[in-house]
């Protein structure tokens, strides 16, 4: 039973994580113009979108597959920082939208946590 709860708490992280950090990637590629305006409400460069978005479905791929380990750990920690530097941005600029950088950081811890239990 203790390892069904790991096995479904490992898998329901896992993607949740990979449905917002898609859903991110994508919007970046098909809303670029939009996106740019955020980008510069929160202090960013622009030309970092496209990128961005590209590292971010990556990331998602790699941690799915789960196959080369170093690569996970670098896709986890990719994803780590992004939603660390999301969150303080969102904090400094006052904007409300903390909550879900946040979110998608204790959705990524949840899933490295369990990774090493479950897989």
């Known amino acids: 039973p203790h390892m069904n709860l790991q096995k479904n708490l490992y898998w329901t ?15 970046y590629l098909i809303r670029t113009e939009e996106i740019k ?10 030309h970092i979108i496209v990128p961005l978005a590209v ?15 170093k690569l996970v750990e670098w896709a986890y920690a990719g994803l780590f920082f ?17 909550g879900g950088s ?10 490295y946590y369990y990774k090493n239990k479950v897989r």
Not at 37 to 46: D, H, M, Q, R, V
Not at 55 to 69: C, D, E, H, P, S
Not at 82 to 98: E, I, N, P
Request: hydrophobic share 60%.
């Open 102 to 111: 946040l979110f998608a950081l204790v959705v990524l811890l949840l899933s």
């Open 37 to 46: 305006n955020e980008f510069i409400s929160l202090g960013y460069p622009t």
């Open 13 to 27: 992280a896992t993607l949740l994580l990979s449905l917002m950090t898609l859903a991110s990637g994508i919007l």
């Open 55 to 69: 590292a971010k479905i990556l990331a998602v791929i790699t941690i799915l597959r789960n196959r080369w380990q």
């Open 82 to 98: 992004d939603f660390v530097l999301a969150a303080t941005a969102h904090w400094k600029a006052q904007d409300g939208d903390v």
